[in-house]
């Protein structure tokens, strides 16, 4: 559907939240991603790391001081919150329940979960609801020449996983 929110990374942004999640194992990792909102897409210019003070494989706890960090920088690049990120050292790129129950950002934030579940990663992004989610079409935008290309990497990894509608009203997994 054209209607489905579409988020715009940079490839080296992406590739910096593989290498922030690798860095975490055996926990996850978590972060924030900043930009704007033009033209109905959220194009993110900016990642903010956060410390995962839950320290868990499991599960990840935004820990204060860094998230008052990120929001200081958001504030002064004046950036809007576009995304959270948090990664699955485990299991699939797929919202978990304990993601849901801890969605504190409603649907205008989305979700990006990085899986290292297999060797190479994969990256998928939601918007999350009280009872499900849908998912949110991520293109991937050539860092260097600054205009739209999708990475040819991730664009085959996530041609293999899914087909182009993706999945809309899903059910939570169960474990996470
Ligand atoms: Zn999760």
């Known amino acids: 559907m054209s209607t489905r929110y579409q ?16 860095a975490e194992l055996p926990n996850e990792c978590c972060g924030l991603l900043a930009g704007r909102v033009a ?4 194009v993110v210019t900016k990642r903010l790391p956060l410390v ?7 599960e990840y706890w935004s820990e204060p001081r860094s998230m008052l960090q990120a929001e200081k920088t958001m504030r002064a ?10 990664s699955h050292p485990t299991s699939p790129p797929i ?13 205008s934030v989305q979700h990006l979960i990085i899986s290292l579940e297999k060797p190479q990663g994969e ?10 989610y849908d ?14 290309s999708r990475n040819r990497e991730l664009a085959t ?4 996983g899914k087909d182009n509608r993706g999945i809309e009203n899903g059910e939570p997994r169960t474990e996470n």
Do not use: C, K
Not at 137 to 148: G, K, P, Y
């Open 39 to 42: 033209d109905g897409v959220g």
């Open 77 to 86: 690049e004046q950036l809007d919150l576009l995304a959270v990120y948090h």
């Open 7 to 22: 988020l715009h990374v940079p490839a080296d942004i992406l590739a910096a939240m593989l290498e922030h999640s690798r």
């Open 135 to 148: 998912e949110v079409i991520l293109n991937v935008v050539d860092a260097d020449e600054s205009r739209m």
């Open 95 to 107: 919202p978990s329940r304990t993601d849901l129950a801890r969605n504190f950002y409603g649907e």
């Open 157 to 160: 990894e996530m041609e293999n």
């Open 123 to 132: 990256v998928r992004a939601w918007r999350l609801r009280e009872d499900g």
């Open 52 to 58: 995962n003070s839950a320290a868990s494989p499991t």
